[in-house]
């Protein structure tokens, strides 16, 4: 399938911390044909590149057809991607550490032109997948907000954010988990785990960004609470923010879920991608139960200011107020 090249290509770009139901947003959004989901691009380098972990769809990287023709179409193949010089270039410009320079009106020539050179990997591979599949929009959920800020630099790059966030507590509690990641094909290996403490400096620190962001490119924010309390509605407005039509079939997984959704060619994220089984929107709430009083009083108390303008306060936390965003 091929469709008109789109001069500028749109990517709804997913950010926020990690464990804020990214990856199940992502699925739900790719079930309408005009949206391609990718999954966490800026891991393509190490872990697809790299490693040649699995794709969504179950295929190694270099054995995914999809993958193939994006890598074909954005460089003229993979091979021709200098790793080395792309990881380089990922350190002097996609850091947390960069923002402060990122989010500045200008920039030196030489910083400029490092970033627009990263940014229009990015570029690259999402005007791939939408040729690949014949999308009008990608979905990046990569989430880092210096991912986020560099392509706020991109020529010719539509660029919609969208800023999710979850309850700092909820987030805590799944970042403490052990879970094994089945895209590592040899051997086996874990996804990464935090302290409560560093979890909420993470947190804090994501969800400022995307505040200093929102005054620099177009961002909607939106609460995993919210979206798991309504995602139809949730749907029906990530496809405006979008730029999307309305679209009754891009919901109709949520009241007659076929036996197998379509899985998505994504790289990285939560093993959700490849549980295969029908799609299923519900709020995880196991920290109000699981989270040891200590951690949750360290994680309540660090990440206050921010609970108090989202909304996550008290005993019920998220139930009892919701902000629009
Ligand atoms: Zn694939």
């Known amino acids: 399938m091929s469709a008109p090249e789109q001069a500028e290509p749109r990517v709804l770009f997913v950010g926020g911390l990690g464990r804020s139901g990214s990856t199940l947003l992502e699925l739900l959004l790719a079930q309408s044909a005009d949206v391609c989901a990718v999954g966490e691009v800026v891991h393509l380098w190490e872990r697809a590149l790299g490693a040649d972990e699995r ?159 929102a005054a620099r490119a177009q961002v909607l924010r939106l609460r995993y609470e919210d979206f798991t309390a309504d995602p139809a509605g949730t749907v029906r407005r990530l496809r405006e923010f979008a730029g999307l039509p309305d679209d009754p079939e891009a919901l109709r997984i949520l009241t007659d879920p076929p036996p197998a959704p379509f899985r998505a060619h994504s790289i990285a994220g939560n093993p959700l991608r490849f549980s295969g089984g029908p799609l299923t929107v519900r709020r995880d709430e196991a920290w109000r139960s699981r989270l040891p009083r200590r951690s949750r009083a360290v994680v309540s108390l660090a990440t206050l200011p921010f609970r108090v303008r989202y909304g996550y306060l008290g005993q019920r936390g998220s139930d009892e107020s919701v902000e629009k965003a």
Not at 109 to 131: F, K, S
Not at 141 to 161: C, I, M, Q, Y
């Open 55 to 213: 794709c969504g769809c179950g295929e190694r990287f270099t054995a995914c057809p999809f993958w193939q023709r994006v890598g074909d179409h954005a460089f003229g193949g993979w091979s021709a991607v200098d790793r080395d010089d792309v990881l380089a270039l990922k350190d002097r410009v996609d850091r947390t550490r960069h923002i402060p320079r990122l989010a500045k009106n200008s920039l030196s020539a030489e910083q400029l032109a490092d970033v627009r050179r990263y940014a229009d990997l990015y570029t690259r591979i999402y005007r791939a997948a939408l040729a690949a599949t014949g999308a009008r929009v990608v979905v990046d959920s990569s989430k880092h907000a210096s991912l986020a800020f560099a392509l706020r630099w991109a020529e010719g790059l539509d660029l919609r954010v969208l800023h999710l966030v979850r309850d700092s507590r909820a987030v805590a509690y799944s970042w403490g988990k052990q879970v094994r990641r089945p895209e590592v094909v040899d051997g086996e290996d874990f996804m990464p785990t935090f302290s409560p403490f560093e979890v909420s400096k993470l947190w804090t620190a994501q969800n400022a960004a995307f505040h200093l962001l």
